[in-house]
């Protein structure tokens, strides 16, 4: 971010420091559609960001991939169990399922949801695919899959690049 780019150059030592295996720079995720955002966060070197500077702020990451890569390779899961296959949008409507509740984080990886959300991203389902359901609790996140297509972007025009 604008705050902090100016100490990417000490990131390897540190990591190294610190005992790192490995380490990974990720550039930060907005609403680029948001002039005061922008002006905040986004690092004024193009090169630290994923948003292209001269093409109108879209996104080089998504933009130079066919299909998102999330479903089949993360997940975030947060503190209460719950897991969504996305880095971007976050939220009950992303929700995969909850480790907790379905018995580990292998059995959420596996269910309805994730398969229905990869199936969508390769073009293979519909985006109405119908929901997994673990321990009784509906988990719709793979509709997100179905509506974003891996090209991160507002559902409507109230959202502004949020899900």
């Excluded at 880095?87 to 907790?100: D, L, P, V």
């Excluded at 949801?113 to 673990?134: K, V």
């Amino acid at each position: 971010m604008r705050h902090n780019e100016h100490e990417v150059d000490h990131v390897p030592a540190l990591a190294q420091r610190l005992g790192a295996d490995h380490h990974r720079l990720v550039p930060v995720v907005l609403n680029q559609e948001d002039a005061k955002q922008r002006a905040q966060y986004l690092p004024a070197e193009g090169r630290f960001s994923r948003y292209d500077y001269d093409g109108g702020f879209t996104d080089k990451i998504f933009a130079s991939q066919p299909v998102c890569p999330w479903p089949w390779r993360s997940a975030v899961v947060n503190w209460d169990g719950s897991v969504s296959s996305c880095c971007i949008f976050e939220g009950a409507k992303t929700e995969m399922g909850n480790a907790f509740e379905a018995g580990g984080f292998k059995k959420v990886w596996t269910n309805g949801s994730y398969t229905a959300a990869r199936a969508a991203l390769t073009g293979q389902a519909p985006s109405g695919s119908p929901a997994d359901s673990t321990n009784g609790a509906s988990h719709k996140g793979h509709e997100l899959c179905a509506r974003c297509m891996g090209m991160p972007q507002a559902m409507t025009d109230s959202q502004r690049g949020l899900y």
